[in-house]
């Protein structure tokens, strides 16, 4: 834990601050941006919607568009710095939603995935969910409910927690928890996805379901570019002082 405490996420170091803050803005001012622009698009030209949010469609290109840019974004921060945990642990993450996004390069290699019980297939981890769902579901719905509940609080919690740092972070009172405010964000958003993907088979909700994964994606992106920019400015820091 002690690569997160270094100096650029400390009050006392304004130019990383600032800098760090400034990708903060950018990736919510996007996030916000898109959303907006993708639920404006849904409602006032319905004859989109299917190109927005079908299967490979815009909103689900993006997603992996995004996924792929923090995967090689974290390779390429650790090639050049060396490991971090943070960077590690956020390329890790996009690489397993970029295979979940490509059903584990299934639609792009035009292998078979195996079935799922209870009907689908196992062609991405969060299908691991499902398959929880409905093995507890066959015990008891109320089991079922709850692992869904939990699923729920902890993904609202998440996010609630994040956008306390992010406003710490604005405030600048700023710690190496609101240093890493976007990855609980992602996080956050990943798990009511999920939510969704599990208890609901709304179209509408399906629908917010993509938008979440998307905006989810961006945060990742804008989480890697904001850790390799201030290793950066340390690294930079550190051979001038010499």
Do not use: K
């Not at 629908?207 to 994964?213: C, D, G, R, S």
């Amino acid at each position: 834990m002690a690569e997160f405490a270094h100096p650029a996420f400390s009050g006392a170091a304004t130019g990383p601050r600032r800098g760090q803050l400034s990708f903060l803005v950018v990736a919510l001012v996007l996030v916000g941006a898109v959303t907006v622009a993708a639920a404006l698009a849904a409602v006032l030209a319905p004859g989109i919607r299917s190109l927005l949010l079908h299967e490979d469609g815009i909103v689900e290109t993006a997603t992996v568009v995004f996924l792929a840019m923090a995967v090689l974004g974290a390779a390429a921060a650790t090639v050049r710095h060396g490991l971090r945990v943070s960077v590690a642990l956020a390329g890790l993450i996009g690489l397993a939603e970029l295979l979940d996004e490509t059903s584990f390069g299934s639609r792009l290699f035009g292998f078979e995935p195996l079935p799922l019980y209870g009907g689908g297939q196992l062609d991405g981890f969060h299908d691991l969910l499902i398959l929880a769902y409905r093995l507890l579901r066959d015990v008891s719905q109320g089991l079922a409910w709850l692992l869904v509940g939990l699923m729920l609080a902890l993904s609202a919690g998440l996010v609630l927690f994040a956008l306390r740092q992010i406003a710490r972070n604005m405030a600048g009172a700023t710690t190496w928890l609101s240093g890493h405010a976007l990855l609980f964000l992602h996080v956050g958003f990943i798990g009511l996805a999920q939510v969704i993907d599990i208890a609901t088979s709304s179209r509408a909700l399906s629908a917010v379901e993509e938008v979440l994964e998307m905006n989810a994606a961006i945060l990742l992106a804008f989480y890697v570019a904001q850790v390799g920019w201030v290793e950066s400015a340390r690294c930079i820091r550190a051979s001038e002082g010499r």
